[in-house]
């Protein structure tokens, strides 16, 4: 019996332990302080009642024969045909034409991003943006790829483009990304396609907060851009665009004429997915069917506006401060750049001792984090508004 050696490769991840573990701390010596936290990177509006209507209305056909469900249709890996319905709709009111038999659905973008490495070689090599969602590079490790990394920084915007010289199999792309906000143009993306195409290689486009995009220059899919179809696959989620975190929905598209030595990948990832995976509950299902409702996108446009309006307060506070900062615009990160040449860490402790304000840690996301720090619009507005009056009393000084 051996165990997974490249297990023993990974990074041990403090990151939000340690964010934890520093704040009880600073709570246990200053009982009085109210912290607050811009640290999460979890939703805290409750769901649209157009959902919760929908899914109590599911309790209900589980309480009936006629109407119960068991497991899901299995000719759509347990999709049903409304909610896919649903996701062809919202793909074509962006102009892109699928079949709804390229639409999987799933229990949430992490699992799907995890566990589409299963239909690619071990021997593929990665490349993966630094900072990034660090699921991409942990779930490599455990599979012993070997991983390179394109830097995103300052002099890219954060938003790193193809090199011709290096040569990869799998390409990770986040747009808009967590933690730096920024999010790719259609143009840009073009070359990222080019190059894939280029190179045969497979992208894996994480597209979990595409609602947040406003400015029409930006692509909500990949499949906006030509030939797209032809290299990547899309990871899409109900967690930010409709408060899914605790619910748990999300949909994958793997076009059918993505093909890589003769193999339709959509076959392999359907065969994969009937084989380790049973579907998502009905209820869940019903409920994520009436987000692309129209009034569904009406109410989830009224939580991500919430949202949104967060995401203003703090980068105009950064503005005024004369601040650097990514995101806060298309998405819901705002990224700043350390005051005073701090390092990320020794902000974090700067912020909490003497403004009890937390966030996140950018070296935590990458090597390119260093000297940065991710602030979430999610928290509740008057707590986003006491955090930026704190920012600017501390920094102002
Ligand atoms: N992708 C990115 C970039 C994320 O930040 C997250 C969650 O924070 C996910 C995927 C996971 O989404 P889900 O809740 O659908 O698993």
């Known amino acids: 019996m051996k165990i997974n050696p ?7 991840s403090y990151l939000f332990s340690t964010v934890g ?26 769901l649209a009642p157009v959902v919760i209507e929908a899914m109590h209305r599911a309790v209900d056909d589980m309480s009936r024969r006629e109407t119960f469900k068991g497991y899901g249709p299995d000719q759509t890996c347990y999709g049903y045909g409304v909610l896919l319905d649903s996701i062809q709709g919202s793909y074509a009111r962006k102009g892109v034409a699928l079949g709804t038999d390229e639409i999987f659905i799933s229990d949430g973008a992490k699992s799907d991003l995890g566990n589409i490495l299963d239909i690619f ?48 199999d799998l390409i990770y792309l986040c747009s808009p990304n967590n933690p730096t906000g920024a999010a790719y143009s259609k143009e840009q993306l073009k070359e990222w396609v080019r190059y894939a195409l280029a190179q045969d290689a497979v992208i894996l486009y994480d597209a979990a907060y595409e609602y947040f995009i406003t400015d029409p ?28 975190t605790g619910v748990r929905c999300g949909y994958t598209v793997v076009p059918r004429s993505l093909v890589r030595e003769g193999t339709p990948l959509n076959r392999l990832w359907a065969r994969r997915q009937s084989t380790k995976f049973n ?18 996108e009406r109410q989830i446009r009224e939580n991500l506006g919430y949202y949104r309006e967060n995401a203003r307060l703090i980068f105009s506070c950064l503005e005024e401060l004369g601040i650097g900062y990514t995101g ?12 005073f040449g701090m390092d990320s860490w020794t902000f974090f402790d700067y ?47």
Not at 225 to 238: H, L, P, Q, R
Not at 365 to 374: A, I, L, P, S, V
């Open 279 to 296: 579907g998502v509950s009905y209820i869940t299902q019903m409920g994520a069917a009436a987000v692309f409702t129209e009034e569904g």
């Open 328 to 339: 806060g615009k298309n998405s819901p990160y705002v990224w700043m750049k350390c005051p």
């Open 217 to 244: 220059s930006l692509a909500r899919s990949i499949y906006e851009v030509e030939g797209a179809k032809d290299c990547a696959i899309e990871f899409c989620s109900y967690s930010k665009t409709a408060g899914f």
């Open 6 to 12: 490249h297990f023993s490769q990974l990074k041990e």
């Open 121 to 168: 070689s071990e021997e593929n090599v990665v490349l993966v943006p630094d900072p990034v969602y660090p699921v991409y590079v942990d779930t490599n490790v455990m599979a012993g790829r070997k991983i390179l990394y394109a830097d995103a920084n300052e002099q890219n915007g954060f938003l790193p483009m193809p090199d011709p010289a290096v040569k990869a």
């Open 21 to 46: 573990k520093k704040t009880a701390e600073f709570q246990k010596t200053h009982p009085g302080r109210e912290v607050i936290r811009l640290s999460i990177g979890d939703v805290t509006r409750p």
């Open 351 to 397: 912020l909490l001792e003497n403004a009890a304000v937390v966030g996140t840690p950018g070296s935590g996301f990458g090597k390119n984090g260093e000297g940065f720090f991710r602030l979430t619009s999610f928290g509740t507005r008057e707590n986003t508004a006491e955090a930026c009056s704190r920012l600017k009393n501390l920094l102002l000084r």
